[in-house]
């Protein structure tokens, strides 16, 4: 989902190294985001801001779900389409024949939620995905999310004798915490962010993928060759490098680097692996190995250059599969891989690789129907739905299981086996769920951006990075996280 997906991913009240380990026991798979569906539409008058009441609970309504209210849910239009959603929001208006839904998709979900939420009239369900993701952090902060706990112990949708908590992969529970036990965030879908590449294009290089810097500058030089830039990336978002530079410098320095950049710790930016993955990436600027205009391009224009051959690699999330489809030749054989470490000195091993939930739904607090989106997202996280997302977008949901009978596509198959790869090194930085602003417009566009324009020299970047997050860190108008 366009700059999207990725970004979001809420908050994790457990340490990563037991998220670590319970994703990679899950081992499998995953994907992008994605959002449930809902239907959606008020419940009583619009603007009245009353709730609806409730209905009765009883097997097959067991969230006591009002069947005459009215329903509304907001997806973020992306990547992923409304499709998926759409034929949720059937299944709920099926099951609740009496009910008004209203359902409506958007790729600006701050602009056009935030003043609801603000008015005290938000929808019931939302998706809060995209470049105008709304700060989760903040909205728990102010008390503008439901706890989804009671979401989570209801039965599930498919087995009344299994809770919905216990139906879901590994590590999405624990994501969907901002600061202890309530759950705030339901992540749909498992997603993988890394390289990712034609495996064709690779092959006609005569080249293998480069587990060591140098490997990756000689693949790059073959491809400059042949007239193919060696990278691309969204230049307008470039928030989009971390989904591989972040793996990478856990790879090179240890997860404990992540963790002290996650907790804003001071001079955690200066650490000689930071300095290392930065002069990496600037040197594939400095040799002309990034496809020439990338600073000005967008995630679509960017994805399209580099599925039409101009560039071999781009960092991206596992929704590029799915958005990228309509230009994508038949045959070229995408793949993903965790990102090139600098040598044999690095603290992890190569395969280590960033993987976790995204697409995040959320039930407002003063939603009119608040039962009503969490029912949604009971149908939503379904063996059936969960089929019809992965088999329409290529993707894998945050239920786990409902791949039986589906072909994976080549990317799903390729992130199944890097996950397998990487077994308990998958990393999860927290940095875009729990610092919105400073990932994206200070480290992404001020930081990051300016150095892979050629604007800044990694020293530089590092210094203007660093004091962004001591800003952060200092502003007491924001709610700080810290690993557990």
Known sequence: ??????????????????????????????????????????????????????????????????????????????????????????????????????????QKIQSTLQPRFNQGTPPDLIDNSGAEQMDMGVLAGKNQLADLTALLDAPSYDDPDKKVRDTLRPGIVEMGQLDGDPVWIMYYAYTVYGVWYSQKALDSLDATYPETWDEMLAVCAKAKKKGMAGWTYAGKYPYYLPFSLYPMIGKVGGVEVLDAIDNLEPNAWKHPAVKACFEAYYELQQ???????????????????????????????????????????????????APTGIDSSDKLPFGTIWA?????????????????????????????????????????????????????????????????????????????????????????????????????????????????????????????????
């Open 287 to 337: 040799k002309g190995y990034v496809l020439k205009g990338t600073p000005g391009l967008d995630h679509i224009q960017s994805q399209t250059a580099w599925a039409k051959g101009k560039a071999l690699f781009i960092p991206n999330g596992s929704w590029v599969e799915n958005e990228s489809a309509n230009v994508m030749p038949a045959d070229f054989n995408l793949a993903v891989s």
């Open 1 to 106: 989902m366009g700059s999207t997906s990725a970004e979001n991913n809420a908050a994790g009240g457990v340490g990563r190294r037991d998220l670590i380990k319970r994703s990679a026991a899950l081992g499998l798979i995953s994907v992008p985001t994605m959002g449930l569906l809902s239907a959606c539409a008020s419940s009583g008058g619009d603007g009245d801001g009353e709730k609806a009441k409730a209905g009765k609970k009883t097997a097959k309504n067991p969230l006591g779900v009002n069947d005459t209210a009215g329903m509304e849910f907001v997806l973020f239009d992306g990547g992923f389409g409304k499709e998926y959603a759409e034929d949720a929001v059937k299944i709920y208006e099926k099951n609740f024949p009496g009910a008004k839904v209203k359902f409506s998709a958007t």
């Open 356 to 484: 976790s939930g995204g697409e995040p739904f959320i039930v407002p607090a003063k939603a009119k129907n608040g039962a009503g989106g969490m029912e949604q997202l009971r149908i939503m996280l379904s063996e059936a739905s969960s089929k019809n997302f992965t088999s329409k977008v290529k993707s894998l949901t945050a239920y786990n299981g409902g791949t039986d009978g589906i072909t994976l596509t080549p990317g799903l198959k390729s992130g199944v086996a890097a996950l397998e790869k990487a077994g308990d090194n998958v990393v999860n930085p927290r940095l875009q769920d729990w610092y919105v602003q400073l990932q994206k417009e200070k480290i992404g566009v001020s930081g990051l951006g300016e150095m892979m324009a050629g604007r800044l020299t990694p020293a530089e970047a590092i210094k203007k990075i660093q004091a962004f997050a001591d800003e952060t860190a200092k502003d007491s108008s924001i709610k700080h996280y810290k690993h557990q």
